[in-house]
């Protein structure tokens, strides 16, 4: 599984408004799993 860039606070990124989520198709659920795993490897 890709882990994901974690971003730290006073990343510019962190303030950019994000796009609404319109479905709930497969390509978020990767992104969920992906971010999950990228929480559960940075200890966090």
């Not at 994000?18 to 969920?32: G, Y």
Request: charged share 25%; no cysteine; aromatic share 4%.
């Amino acid at each position: 599984m890709t882990l994901q860039q974690i971003r730290l606070f006073g990343d510019p990124v962190l303030r950019r408004t994000a796009e609404p989520v319109t479905a709930f198709d497969r390509e978020l659920r990767t992104l969920v799993k992906q971010l999950t795993a990228t929480m559960r490897a940075g200890s966090g």
